[in-house]
Nanobody
Framework: QVQLRESGGGSVQSGGSLRLSCAAS????????MGWFRQAPGKEREGVAR???????RYGDSVKGRFTISQDNAKNMLYLQMNSLKPEDTAMYYC?????????????????????WGQGTQVTVSQ
């Protein structure tokens, strides 16, 4: 098992930046597929980005070129740098972990194979 806790959410104006962090604990010596997902009220969950062992990075189409996922394995931390934020980025953001073979498949963006989730951190972008 692995436990995940997000932080860094908040309110920002359009065009601004935020950096989300996710602290992992538990079986962190295992290589996990790590991902960021988001869900806005009344909308389906959306895959934002995923990473495995510092590589094999993928982004959702709506955030490409604006968001950057990274991880620091020594600190058991996952990050999401969000730049050029737009009002449509407003959502609850979740950190997730899953077994690499299943979770980091081509359908990673669906999130179904990520077995561990954090509680989420709210990001609100105003005009």
């Amino acid at each position: 098992q692995v436990q995940l806790r997000e932080s860094g959410g908040g309110s920002v104006q359009s065009g601004g930046s935020l950096r989300l962090s996710c602290a992992a604990s538990g079986r962190t010596y295992i290589t996990w597929c790590m991902g960021w997902f988001r869900q806005a009220p009344g909308k389906e969950r959306e895959g934002v980005a995923r990473i495995v062992n510092g590589g094999y990075i993928r982004y959702g189409d709506s955030v490409k070129g604006r968001f950057t996922i990274s991880q620091d394995n020594a600190k058991n931390m996952l990050y999401l740098q969000m730049n050029s934020l737009k009002p449509e980025d407003t959502a609850m953001y979740y950190c997730a972990a899953g077994r690499p073979y299943e979770a980091c498949s081509d359908s990673w963006w669906q999130g179904g194979d990520f077995g561990y989730w954090g509680q989420g951190t709210q990001v609100t972008v105003s005009q």
